[in-house]
């Protein structure tokens, strides 16, 4: 596992999201080309160079993330199919802000606890038993 620290210094757009949202580099690369317009599966596929299968999966993390929604689309002859949008940039800053804000506040409660002069064991922190 790497630290903040390092982790920091590597910083970008794609890793961001791969940390903050659990996303992996592929699935950064399917969320690209939404970015750009693709839409069906079989595009997108193209786009990244990756096969179908794989950029389904991609998809199923994007929704779950918040990233992404699908719209059913109707076939002529009956049934249908879906075609895949991006989420605004602006909710996708949002969702990262809003897991960034929890991980200080997590972070600062943690920093308290280390500093606490009460003398009890910090929990999780020291575990020598």
């Known amino acids: 596992m790497r630290s903040l620290k390092e982790m920091v210094s ?11 949202l659990g996303l992996t ?17 079989d595009e997108i596929s193209e786009c990244v160079g ?42 996708v800053v949002e969702e990262v802000e809003k897991v960034l804000t929890a991980l200080v506040e997590r972070v600062r409660k943690a920093l308290e606890e280390f500093t606490d002069d009460s003398g009890t064991r910090m929990s999780g922190v020291w575990n020598l038993q």
């Open 10 to 20: 590597t910083l970008n757009c794609g890793n961001l999201l791969e940390c903050v």
């Open 50 to 91: 990756r096969g179908e299968s794989a950029v389904y999966k991609s998809l199923q993390r994007l929704l779950l993330a918040g990233m992404a929604y699908r719209v059913k689309m109707p076939l002529d002859g009956g049934g249908y199919y879906f075609i895949y949008k991006p989420a605004p940039r602006e909710k």
């Open 25 to 41: 580099p592929a699935d950064v690369m399917v969320y690209e080309a939404l970015l750009r317009g693709k839409e069906r599966v």
